[in-house]
């Protein structure tokens, strides 16, 4: 069920309508807090909104390569698959040919 739950950033409320649950977001809330927090001490001349732009980059891309990591493992599973059906049939075949009956 849809909850909204209310979060602070860096002294911002938002309201966030979600399903996952007042844990997860408070504690994604939490981590973009930390990146902020983050690269405001590492980039003295950086503003707030330059900040929360970083943090945005960095999570889009991290997000970008992610989806591109799981379609390579489904390709992989799929290939995994096709050979593992490859095998079954010429298992059975071999069986059939030496009289092997399951």
């Not at 889009?60 to 390569?65: A, I, S």
């Amino acid at each position: 069920m849809k909850e909204k739950i209310y979060v602070e950033i860096h002294g911002i409320k938002l309201g966030i309508i979600s399903e996952d649950g007042r844990e997860y977001v408070e504690g994604v809330a939490k981590s973009v807090e930390d990146e902020i927090t983050n690269i405001l001490k590492n980039k003295k001349n950086c503003s707030l909104i330059e900040a929360a732009l970083f943090c945005a980059m960095s999570h889009c891309g991290q997000g970008g390569e992610d989806s591109m990591k799981v379609r390579n493992l489904e390709t992989q599973i799929a290939l995994y698959q096709a050979n593992l059906n490859r095998m079954r049939k010429e298992n059975e075949e071999l069986r059939s040919q030496l009289g092997y009956e399951e």
